[in-house]
């Protein structure tokens, strides 16, 4: 079992920036990737971003690409996702992954986080 717990997120203005952390516990080492993933109301869950154990692996949305960055802190068993250029469509609830390989597929994913909701003003 793998428990994650998301914070970070709050409300912020359009071109602001927000950064979410994701605080795993319980078998980390049997699930080494960690991904996020943001959901709207009515929508599917999206992919976001993905980071291997080493972080010399990530994976971006294209609608994130040089906006946010991944990165991950071992030792704190910790994974952030820095958001700049925030804009009303980034706004939604944020999920952390985990899982033993890194994937851009949502439906893969073994452990999730309760998420956190970004919401960005306009």
């Known amino acids: 079992q793998v428990q994650l717990v998301e914070s970070g997120g709050g409300l912020v203005q359009a071109g602001g920036s927000l950064r979410l952390s994701c605080a795993a516990s319980?078998?980390?080492?049997?699930?080494?990737?960690r991904g996020w993933f943001r959901q709207t109301p009515g929508k599917e869950r999206e992919f976001v971003a993905a980071?291997?154990?080493?972080?010399?692996?990530?994976y971006y949305a294209d609608s994130v690409k040089g906006r946010f960055t991944i990165s991950r802190d071992n030792a704190k068993n910790t994974v952030y996702l820095q958001m700049n250029s925030l804009n009303p469509e980034d706004t939604a609830v944020y999920y952390c992954?985990?899982?033993?390989?890194?994937?851009?597929?949502?439906?893969?994913?073994?452990?999730w986080g309760q998420g956190t909701q970004v919401t960005v003003s306009s």
């Open positions: 980071i291997n154990w080493s972080g010399s692996t990530t």
């Open positions: 319980g078998r980390t080492f049997s699930m080494p990737a």
């Open positions: 992954a985990a899982d033993p390989q890194i994937t851009t597929k949502q439906g893969l994913w073994d452990y």
